[in-house]
C-alpha cells in the first residue's frame, strides 16, 4: 500500500462518510456546512488526479458560490421547527434498499469495463509541463469552443429565470 | 498507483448516497443538495478517466457540468422561494399540484 | 381507339360536377339572411343536376371502359394522381346523389332554423364528398372523399339531431372509422404488392396469390359490412337515423349506404375474384340473415324512423345477396335495388320528417287515422309503402324479384330463405300503415297540432320520387341498359380462371391507354 | 285496340283517385262505369273474332331486360281469356251499377269507385297476360285492390285488420307463386306461355335438388304454382282471410271474393294445364285439395249465422270443386263451372247486400225473417240462384256441377272418394243455402220495430243488376248441355278444346245418367230437409245443435283454424322480435360490444391515473426502478 494509495483510501472513505452526513442531518444549514467539507475533500481528489484547475474551481464556484447561495436561501426561507423533525418519508426504508441494489448493480457493470480506448495525446507529463490551465485554455477554446458558448447562455437564461420568478409580482399573492 | 476502478467504485458509492437523499428526504432543499452531490460524484468519474485515458474533454466535460448546476441551482431555488411564497412549507408531499 | 379511356366531351364534366357544391360552400360564408342562403343552396344543387346531364346523354353503353376520365399528376413520387372516371355501375348513383341532395335542401326549408348557414354547407361539402367517392379511381382520392365523407354528416347529427344526438353521432363516426382504418391498411398493402400505383384500374388487373387476396378480402369487407350495414354491425343505423334530422336521414339512407355495396362493386370483386368466389356463400348466408333478422326487428319498433332504418337493413341485405350471387340478374337486381332503395326510404324517410314536422312526434302509438285528416299525404305514404314491400308494378318488385332470381341461381335454399323476406316486408309496413292511418289508437297528436295535409314544397320534394317509383316499375330497361355491359365485365372478371387469353386482352389495352 | 280493354278502367282510376276528392265526388260513377261498360263492349268484340278462330298475341314492349332474362309486356287473347274477360267485365259492369245505389252517400264514394276501376284493370292484366311475369303483376295487383276494398271503411279496426290479413295470407301464396315462376324460368329459359307450354315436353325426368331433398322439377313447379294458386283462392290451408274479407263493401264482396279475383287461382291452374297434365302428384294434390275444401267449407257453412259469411264459404266451397274439377283433369268442366258459379254467386252477395241495405247493416239472419213480403225481387232472384248452386235441373249450377262430379266419378281410385265428398258436399250446399232462404225470407220478422218500420225493396239501380244476373244464372249453363239431352250441346267444351283439351275418360252414357240423378236426388234432400228444420218444426236445430254440442261448436268456430294460425305464427313472430332479436341480439350481445369495449378501455384508462401522485419522491423512486431493470437487462442480455 504505497503513500498515494493510503492518501486515496482516506479521501475515499471520507468522501462517503461525508455524503452521508450530508443526507442525513436534520437542519439544511448544518447539512450545507458538511457539503462545503466535502467539497475540499473532492478538490485534493481532482489534485490527485493533476486537475489542478478544476480543484480551483470546485471550491472557488462550487463551494464559494453555488453552496453560498443555498445558504442565502436557506436563511431567507427560515424554515420552522416542526419542519425540522420528520426528516424522512415514510416508506424510507424502502429507498434505501432500492438505491442500495442500484449502487450494487452499477459496481458489477463497471468492474467490468476493462476496454481501453486509444490513449489521448494529453499524456500526464505533458499536462505538466503546460500547466493544466494552458491545456484547458487550448481545448476549450479550440475544439469546444460551441458548447463553450452556449453554456454561457445557459447561465443567462438561469439569471433570467431566478429574478423573474424570485421577483414579488405586484398584487399577485 | 491507485486503480481506474477504485475511482468509479467511489463516485457510484458517492451517486447512490445521492440518489437515496433525492428519495427519502423531505425537505426541497435538502433535495437540491442530494442532487449537487450526484452531479460532484459524476464530476469524480470524469475527472479519473480524463487523468487515465489521458484526453482533456474529461475536464472540461466538468467543468461544463459545474456551470450547468450553477444554473440549475439558481433556478431551482428560485422556484423555492416562489413556492414558499405561495405556501408557508417547503415539504415536498405538499408540492402535489402535479397530482393526476 | 389507342386513347380507351378518352374524355368524350373535352372539357372536365367530372371535376364540375364533383365541385360545383364545394364552390357553393364556400359561396354561402359571404351570404347574409336565411332565406338567401335557402335559395342559392337549392340554385347550386339544381346546377349540379344540369351540370351533370350531359353524362346521361352521351354516355356510352356498350363499352365497360371508364368515361369522362380526367387524369392529373397529384403527387408524382408517390404515384398518387388525381384520376376520376364513370362506368355502367357508377353513373346511376352520381344522380341519385344529386337528386336526393335537392330534395333534402327542399325538405329542410322550414325544419332547420338554427344556424342554417353552417346546415347547408355540410350539406354541400357532404355532396361534394359523396359524388367524389363514386367517381374517383385512385384510392387516395377514393380515401380522402370517403373519410370526407364522415365529417358533414357527424355535424349533421351531432348538431341538429334528435334528443341524445351526440351519442348517435359518435357511434357512427367510430363504426366507420373503425372499418376504414383496415380499409386503408389493405390500400396501403395493395400499392406496394400492385406494383407502387394507386391507380384502381391497373391494380385491379393484377392477379394477387390467393392467400393475400383473402386477407385484403376481409380488409375491405370490414369496412365496406359496417357501411352497408351487414348483419352483425348494423347497430349504429337505428340511432343514426332516429337522431338525425330530416335531410341527413334521406341522405344518410338514400346514398351513404350505398358507399358500401358500391365498394363491393367497385373494389372487393374486381380485385380479388378468388376470394370473392370464396367469400361469397358466407356473405350470402350473412345477407339472409340480416333480411330476416332486419324484418322481424321491424315488428318490435315503437319509432317510425327505427322502423324504417331496420326495414333497410333487410333491403341492403337483400342488395348484397344480389351482388354476392355473382351472376348477371343478382348484379344488377342488386345495383337496381341500391337506386331503389335510395329512392323508396329516401322518400319515407322525407314523409316522416314532413308530419314530424308538423307533430313533433315519430312514435306509432301517438298516431291514429291519419288517412281522414291528411289524404293526400296518407296516399302518397301508401305509394311508398307499396314500393318498398316490392308490389309489382313499383321499382321494389323489379330490384327484388331479380335478386331472388339471382340468388335461387347460384344459392338455391338462400333464394327461398330470402323469399321469405317479403312477407315479412308485407306484414310490418302494412302494420305500420294500419296503426298510422286506420286504426284510431290515439288523439294525443291530433288534439293538440293544427295539422295541415302536403303544401306545395312538400308535394314538389316528393313528385320525382313518385315518378321514378313508376317508371323504373313499369320501364326498368331506362335504367338497366346502362348496366349491362359494366356488369358482363365484373362478372367476367369474377370467373377468370387464370386464362391467359383474357389476361392478354388487358395487356394491349394498358399499351394503348398508357 | 286490344290494349284498351284494360287501360279503360285503368284510365277512370287515374281520373277518380287525382280530381275525385275535389271536383268528381258524388258523380264518380259517370267515370268508372262507361269505362267498364266499354271494356265489356271491346270484350265481347275480342270474343267474337277469337270465336272464329283469331287468337292474338302481341308483345307491346320489352319489360325487364337483365342478360338472359327477358320479358315482356304482351297480351294473349285465346279462347280461356276470352271466357274470362266476358266473366270479368260482364259482372264488374252489373256490380258498378250495383253500388251506385249501395254506396250513395258514402263519403269516401269516389275513392270506392276508383279502387273498383283498378280492381278491374288488375284482373283484365291477370287474365290477358302472356308470360308469367305480368301475370304475376296482375296478381299483386289484384291482391292489392282487395286489401285497398276490404279495408275501405277504415275507421273499422275490424276491417282494416281483415284487409291486412287478407294482403298477408296472400302474400303466403304469392311466395310460392314467385318461386315458381322463377323456377319455370330456370328450367325453360323464358317466361313466355307458348315457349314454355312447348317446351313442356322436354323436362320430364329432370330432378332438382332443394334443402337436400329430390324432386322432379315438374312436379315442384306445379306445387309451387298451385301454391299461389290455393293462397289467392283461399283454399284449405290459407283460406282464412276470405270470410274475413265480408268486413268490406257487399259489392265488393260480390265482384271480388266471389265471381273474379277468388276466380284467379282456378284461371292460373286452367292455364298451366300443359304443365300440370306432365306432374301425375300434382294433379292429385290439386283434386284432394279441392275436394276436402268443398266438404270442409260447406260444413262450416251449415251453421254460420252471418249472411254474408255463409256465402263467402260457400264460395269457398264451390271454389273446392272448381279445384277438384282441374285435378282429375277436366279444365273444360272447372272452367264452366267457373263461369256459371260467377253469375249465382254474385246475384247471392248482391240480394244478401240488398237486404242489408234494407235492414240497415243487419247481417245476423237470426234476427230476420219474413222479408219475402218486403222484398220480393230480391227474394225471387235469391231463390233462382240458391235453386241454381243446389244443381237443380235446368239451371246454371246443375250443369256444370254435375259436369264436374261425373268428371269426378270417372276419375279412377280417388276420383271416387273424391265423388263421394263432393256428393255429400252437395247436399250440405243445398241445405245450408236454403236454410239461409227459410231463416232470411220466411217465418216472421225477428229484427227490431224500428228496422221493420223501414225494411223497403231496393231501388231499380240495386234491382235490376239482381234480375239480370238471375238470367245469367240461369241462361250461364245452357251452353254446355251434356251431349246425353243435346246432340253437340257442349259448345263451351268444343270452345275451349283447342286450350284446354278435351278430357280422355268417356264413361258410358248410363253412368253419366246415374251420377246425375243421384245429384238431383241429393240436393232435393237438402232442400227438404232445411224446409223441414226451418219451416215445419223450428225447435229441431236446438235440438239437434244442443245434441251434437262438440260438433257444432267445433263448426261454427270454423275448425279454430285462426286461432291456431295466431298461436303458432302470428304471436310467435311478435314475441320473438320484441325478445330474442331485438331485445337479446341487438340489445345485449352487439350493443353490449359496441358500447363495452369504449367502458373498458376507460376504466382501464382510470387505474393508470392513479399513478401519477404528483410527489416527487416516487417519481425517483420510479426512475430508479427503471434504471435498475435497464441494468439488469444490460447484465443478462450479453
Given at each position: 500500500?504505497t ?9 475515499a472513505?471520507a468522501?462517503?462518510?461525508?455524503s ?11 447539512a ?8 475540499v ?7 490527485f ?5 478544476l ?8 463551494a ?16 420552522k421547527d416542526?419542519?425540522m ?9 424502502a429507498?434505501v434498499?432500492?438505491?442500495a ?7 458489477i ?12 495525446q494529453?499524456?500526464?507529463e505533458?499536462?505538466?509541463?503546460e500547466g ?15 458548447p463553450f458558448?452556449?453554456?454561457s447562455l445557459?447561465?443567462l ?6 429574478v423573474?420568478?424570485?421577483?414579488k ?5 | 498507483?491507485?486503480?481506474l476502478?477504485w475511482?468509479?467504485?467511489l463516485?457510484t ?9 433525492f428519495i ?5 432543499i435538502m433535495?437540491?443538495?442530494?442532487i449537487e452531490l ?12 480524463s487523468?487515465?485515458l489521458?484526453?482533456?474533454?474529461g ?8 456551470t ?5 441551482a ?5 422556484i423555492?422561494?416562489a413556492?414558499y411564497?405561495?405556501?408557508?412549507s417547503?415539504?415536498?408531499e405538499?408540492?402535489?399540484?402535479l397530482?393526476? | 381507339?389507342?386513347?380507351?379511356l ?7 364534366v367530372?371535376?364540375v360536377?364533383?365541385?360545383l ?7 354561402l ?11 342559392i343552396?337549392?340554385l347550386?344543387t339544381t346546377?349540379?343536376?344540369?351540370v351533370a346531364?350531359p ?13 369522362f ?7 408524382p ?5 388525381y384520376?376520376?372516371g364513370i362506368d ?5 348513383f352520381?344522380?341519385?346523389t344529386?337528386l ?8 329542410s326549408?322550414?325544419?332547420?332554423d338554427t ?6 354547407i355540410?350539406m ?9 367517392v363514386f ?6 382520392l377514393?380515401y380522402?372523399?370517403?373519410e370526407?365523407?364522415?365529417?358533414p354528416?357527424?355535424i349533421?347529427?351531432?348538431?341538429w339531431?334528435?334528443k341524445?344526438?351526440v351519442?348517435?353521432a359518435i357511434?357512427f363516426?367510430?363504426?366507420t ?13 395493395l400499392?406496394?404488392?400492385g406494383?407502387?400505383?394507386?391507380n384502381?384500374l ?16 376481409l380488409?375491405f ?5 359496417v ?6 354491425v348494423?347497430?349504429?343505423l337505428?340511432?343514426a337515423?332516429?337522431?338525425a334530422p ?8 338514400g346514398v ?5 355495396a358500391?365498394?363491393?362493386?367497385r373494389?372487393?370483386i ?9 367469400f361469397a356463400?358466407?356473405i ?5 340473415v340480416?333480411?330476416?333478422y332486419g324484418a ?6 315503437k ?5 324504417i332504418?331496420y ?11 344480389g ?26 324517410f ?19 287515422r291519419?288517412a ?6 296518407a296516399g302518397?305514404?301508401m305509394?311508398?309503402?307499396l ?5 309489382p ?10 335478386i331472388i ?6 344459392h ?11 312477407i315479412?316486408g308485407?306484414g310490418y309496413?302494412?302494420?305500420l300503415y294500419?296503426?298510422v ?13 293544427e ?23 313499369i ?20 370467373n377468370?380462371?387464370?386464362t ?10 394498358i399499351?394503348?391507354?398508357? | ?9 285503368f284510365?277512370?282510376?287515374l ?9 268528381i ?5 259517370y ?20 270465336l272464329d278462330g283469331?287468337v292474338?298475341n302481341v ?18 287473347i285465346?279462347q ?5 274477360l ?10 258498378f251499377?250495383?253500388?251506385?245505389g249501395?254506396?250513395h ?8 269507385f276508383?279502387y273498383l276501376s283498378?280492381?278491374?284493370f ?12 305480368l301475370?304475376y ?9 282487395s ?5 275501405f ?5 275490424s276491417?282494416s285488420?281483415a ?5 298477408i295470407v ?19 329459359g323464358?317466361l ?8 313442356a315436353g ?5 330432378k ?8 322432379e ?9 298451385f ?26 264482396s260480390a ?16 292455364r ?7 306432374s ?15 266438404i ?14 255463409i256465402i263467402a264459404?260457400?264460395?269457398v ?8 274439377a282441374?285435378?282429375v ?8 263451372h ?9 246475384l247471392?252477395?248482391?240480394g244478401?247486400g ?7 247493416d243487419e247481417?245476423?239472419i237470426?234476427?230476420?225473417g219474413?222479408?219475402?213480403?218486403y222484398?220480393p ?6 231463390v233462382?240462384?240458391s ?7 235446368g239451371?246454371?249450377?246443375?250443369f256444370s256441377?254435375?259436369e264436374?262430379?261425373y ?15 263432393g256428393?255429400i258436399?252437395?247436399?250440405m250446399t ?9 231463416l ?5 220478422f225477428?229484427g227490431?220495430?224500428?228496422?221493420l218500420?223501414h225494411?223497403?225493396?231496393?231501388p ?9 244476373l238471375a ?6 249453363g ?5 251431349s246425353?239431352f243435346?246432340?253437340?250441346?257442349d259448345?263451351?267444351g ?18 253419366e245418367?246415374?251420377?246425375m240423378?243421384l245429384?238431383v236426388?241429393v240436393?232435393i ?9 226451418y ?5 229441431l236445430p236446438e ?5 251434437l254440442?262438440?260438433?257444432y261448436?267445433?263448426l ?5 283454424f285462426?286461432e291456431?294460425?295466431h ?6 313472430v ?11 341480439f ?10 363495452g ?7 382501464f ?5 392513479r399513478?401519477q401522485t404528483?410527489?416527487?419522491?416516487s417519481?425517483?423512486?420510479?426512475m430508479?426502478?427503471g ?6 437487462a ?5
Open positions: 500500500m503513500a498515494h494509495q493510503l492518501i486515496f483510501a482516506y479521501l472513505i468522501i462517503t462518510g461525508l452521508v452526513m450530508v443526507i442525513t442531518r436534520r437542519n439544511p444549514v448544518h450545507v456546512l458538511w457539503m462545503l467539507v466535502l467539497f475533500h473532492i478538490a485534493i481528489l481532482y489534485l488526479l493533476n486537475a489542478e484547475f480543484a480551483a474551481i470546485q471550491i472557488i464556484i462550487y464559494g458560490a453555488i453552496l453560498v447561495l443555498f445558504l442565502f436561501v436557506i436563511m431567507l426561507l427560515d424554515v416542526v419542519e423533525e420528520r426528516r424522512f418519508l415514510g416508506l424510507w426504508p429507498g434498499v432500492i438505491t441494489i442500484l449502487t450494487l448493480l452499477s459496481v457493470v463497471l468492474r467490468e469495463i476493462d476496454v481501453f480506448p486509444p490513449l489521448g494529453f499524456s500526464i505533458r499536462i505538466r509541463s493544466n490551465i494552458m491545456t484547458i485554455g487550448r481545448v476549450l477554446y479550440t475544439r469546444h469552443l460551441l458558448e452556449i453554456a445557459i447561465l437564461v438561469a439569471i433570467i429565470g431566478a423573474v420568478l424570485a421577483k409580482r405586484k398584487g399577485v399573492e | 498507483m491507485v486503480p476502478s475511482y468509479i467504485l463516485s458509492v458517492v451517486f447512490g448516497i445521492g440518489v437515496i437523499g427519502i428526504r423531505r425537505n426541497l433535495i437540491f443538495l442530494s450526484m452531479l460532484n460524484s459524476v464530476n469524480i468519474s470524469l475527472a479519473a478517466f487523468h487515465y489521458q484526453s482533456m474533454t475536464q472540461i466535460l466538468v467543468f461544463f457540468v459545474i450547468v448546476a450553477a444554473a440549475e439558481a433556478i431551482g431555488l428560485a423555492i422561494i413556492l411564497r405561495h405556501k408557508p417547503i415539504t415536498a405538499e408540492v402535489n399540484l397530482k393526476g | 381507339m389507342n386513347n380507351a378518352m374524355n368524350q366531351l373535352g372539357y372536365p367530372l371535376t360536377t364533383v365541385f357544391p364545394l364552390f357553393g360552400a364556400i359561396l360564408l359571404f351570404i347574409r339572411g336565411k332565406e338567401a342562403i335557402r335559395w343552396t337549392l347550386v346546377l349540379t343536376l344540369l346531364f353524362l346521361l346523354s352521351n354516355f356510352n353503353k356498350d363499352t365497360h371502359l371508364m368515361q376520365v380526367e387524369r392529373h399528376e397529384w403527387l413520387s408517390w404515384g398518387i394522381n384520376f376520376v355502367g355501375i357508377s353513373i346511376l352520381i344522380f341519385l344529386i336526393l341532395s335537392i330534395l333534402s335542401v327542399l325538405v326549408w322550414r325544419a332547420i344556424k342554417v348557414r353552417e346546415f347547408h355540410a354541400l361539402l357532404m355532396e361534394t364528398a359523396m359524388l367524389g367517381v374517383s379511381l385512385d384510392f387516395f377514393f380522402v372523399f370517403w370526407a365523407m364522415l365529417i354528416m357527424f349533421l347529427i351531432g348538431v339531431g334528435g341524445d344526438r351519442y348517435a357511434k363516426f367510430l363504426y372509422l373503425a372499418g376504414s382504418v383496415l380499409m386503408l391498411v389493405g390500400i396501403v398493402v400499392y406496394f404488392k406494383g407502387e400505383t394507386l384502381i391497373e391494380l385491379s388487373r393484377i392477379r394477387y396469390p390467393f392467400l393475400l387476396q383473402c386477407w385484403l378480402f380488409a369487407f370490414v369496412a365496406f359490412a357501411k352497408v350495414p351487414m348483419f352483425p348494423h347497430t349504429w337505428p340511432d337515423h332516429t337522431e330530416t335531410a341527413g336521414s334521406v341522405i344518410l339512407a351513404l349506404i350505398k358507399m358500401g358500391y365498394g363491393f362493386l373494389f372487393s374486381p380485385m380479388f375474384p378468388d376470394a370473392t368466389r370464396f356463400p358466407v350470402v348466408v350473412l345477407s339472409v340480416a333480411i330476416i322481424l326487428v321491424c315488428f318490435a319498433q319509432d317510425m324512423k327505427r322502423l332504418a326495414s333497410s337493413v333487410s333491403h341492403m341485405g337483400f342488395v348484397t345477396l351482388i354476392f350471387s355473382l351472376n348477371s340478374q343478382g348484379l344488377e337486381g342488386g345495383i337496381l335495388q341500391m337506386l331503389n332503395h335510395g329512392i323508396v326510404t329516401g322518400a319515407l322525407l314523409l316522416v320528417g314532413i308530419i314530424y314536422e308538423r307533430t313533433h312526434s315519430r312514435m306509432i302509438a301517438d298516431y291514429g291519419f281522414t285528416l291528411v289524404p293526400w299525404y302518397i305514404f305509394i311508398f309503402t314500393a318498398s314491400i316490392g308490389l308494378g313499383t321499382n321494389g318488385f323489379i330490384g327484388e324479384f331479380l332470381l339471382g340468388a335461387f341461381t347460384s338455391r335454399e338462400f333464394g327461398v330463405l330470402a323469399a321469405i323476406g317479403i315479412l308485407a309496413m302494412l302494420w294500419q296503426r292511418f286506420f286504426t284510431h289508437q290515439s288523439t294525443v297528436v291530433r288534439d293538440n297540432h295539422i295541415l295535409d302536403l303544401n306545395k314544397r312538400e308535394a314538389i320534394t316528393l313528385l320525382p320520387l313518385i315518378l321514378f317509383v313508376f317508371w323504373i316499375g320501364h326498368p330497361n331506362t335504367f338497366l341498359d346502362y348496366m349491362h355491359t359494366s356488369v358482363e365485365h365484373l362478372i367476367r372478371q369474377v377468370i380462371t387464370d391467359p387469353g383474357t389476361f392478354a386482352e388487358y395487356i394491349n389495352l399499351g394503348g391507354y398508357r | 285496340m286490344l290494349i284498351l280493354i284494360p287501360l279503360l278502367p284510365i277512370a282510376f281520373i277518380n283517385i287525382l280530381f275525385g276528392r275535389r271536383f265526388r258524388d258523380r264518380a260513377h267515370v268508372s262505369i262507361p269505362a267498364v261498360v266499354g271494356s265489356f263492349i271491346l270484350s265481347v268484340g275480342a270474343f267474337m273474332d277469337v283469331r292474338i308483345n307491346l314492349y320489352e319489360w325487364v331486360i337483365s342478360g338472359s332474362f327477358v320479358v315482356p309486356v304482351g297480351f294473349l285465346d280461356l281469356t276470352a271466357i274470362m266476358i266473366v270479368v267485365t260482364s259482372i264488374s259492369s252489373l256490380i251499377i250495383y253500388s251506385v249501395y254506396m252517400g258514402d263519403r269516401g264514394y269516389y275513392r270506392f276508383a283498378l280492381f278491374v288488375s284482373m283484365l292484366v291477370l287474365v290477358m297476360s302472356n308470360n308469367f311475369l301475370l303483376f296482375g296478381w299483386e295487383a289484384v291482391g292489392l285492390c286489401y285497398l276494398l276490404i279495408g271503411w277504415y275507421e273499422r279496426p276491417a285488420n284487409g291486412k290479413k287478407a294482403f296472400n302474400r303466403f301464396g304469392d311466395f310460392g307463386f314467385g318461386l315458381g315462376i322463377i323456377l319455370i324460368f330456370l328450367t325453360f323464358s313466355e306461355y307458348l315457349k314454355v307450354f312447348s317446351e322436354s323436362i320430364l325426368g329432370q332438382t335438388s332443394i334443402f337436400g331433398l329430390e324432386v322439377t315438374i312436379t315442384l313447379i306445379c306445387l309451387l304454382l301454391c299461389g294458386a290455393v293462397g289467392k283462392s283461399a283454399q284449405i290451408p290459407l283460406h282464412v282471410w276470405l270470410p274475413d274479407a265480408m268486413e268490406g263493401p257487399t259489392p265488393v265482384l271480388i271474393h266471389a265471381a273474379t279475383m277468388v276466380t284467379a287461382g282456378v284461371f292460373m291452374v286452367a298451366c294445364n300443359p304443365l300440370f297434365n306432365l301425375h302428384t300434382a294433379m292429385t294434390t290439386v283434386a284432394v285439395v279441392g275436394g276436402v275444401t268443398a270442409f267449407a260447406a260444413s262450416i257453412g251449415l251453421v254460420q249465422n252471418d249472411i254474408k259469411r264459404y260457400s264460395t266451397s264451390q271454389l273446392g270443386y272448381m279445384f277438384l282441374l285435378g283433369g277436366a279444365y273444360t268442366a272447372g272452367i264452366f267457373l263461369y256459371t258459379h260467377a253469375y249465382f254467386k254474385a247471392l252477395f248482391l244478401s240488398s237486404v242489408i241495405h234494407a235492414l240497415h247481417m245476423n237470426q234476427r230476420m219474413g222479408l219475402k213480403r222484398m225481387i230480391t227474394y225471387w232472384t235469391f233462382i240462384a235453386l241454381s248452386i243446389s244443381g237443380i235441373p239451371l246454371a249450377g246443375f256441377k254435375d264436374i262430379l268428371r269426378t266419378f270417372l276419375g279412377g281410385g280417388t276420383g271416387k272418394i273424391l265423388w263421394v265428398l256428393t258436399a252437395a247436399l243445398a241445405f245450408y243455402s236454403f236454410r239461409l232462404i227459410y232470411a225470407f220466411h217465418g216472421d225477428r227490431s220495430e224500428e228496422q218500420r225494411v223497403h225493396e231496393s231499380p239501380v240495386m234491382t235490376i243488376p239482381l234480375i239480370l238470367i245469367g244464372a240461369i241462361a250461364a245452357w251452353v254446355g248441355i251434356p246425353i243435346m246432340e253437340h250441346g259448345r263451351i268444343e270452345f275451349l278444346a283447342p286450350v284446354l283439351g278435351r278430357p280422355e275418360a268417356e264413361g258410358a252414357h248410363s253412368t245418367v246415374m251420377v240423378t245429384s236426388i240436393s234432400i237438402g232442400i227438404l230437409m232445411a224446409y223441414i228444420m219451416v215445419k218444426k223450428t225447435d235440438r239437434m245443435g244442443s245434441a254440442r262438440p260438433i261448436t267445433m261454427y268456430n270454423k275448425y279454430w285462426d291456431f294460425y298461436v303458432t305464427i302470428v304471436r310467435p311478435l314475441r320473438a322480435s320484441e325478445k330474442v332479436f331485438l331485445g337479446f341487438d340489445g345485449r350481445i352487439i350493443e353490449g360490444v359496441v358500447n369495449v369504449p367502458d373498458l378501455i376507460g376504466s384508462s382510470q387505474r393508470f391515473r399513478i404528483g410527489l416527487l419522491s417519481y425517483g423512486l420510479i430508479v426502478l434504471a435498475i431493470i435497464i441494468i439488469w444490460v447484465i443478462f442480455s450479453r
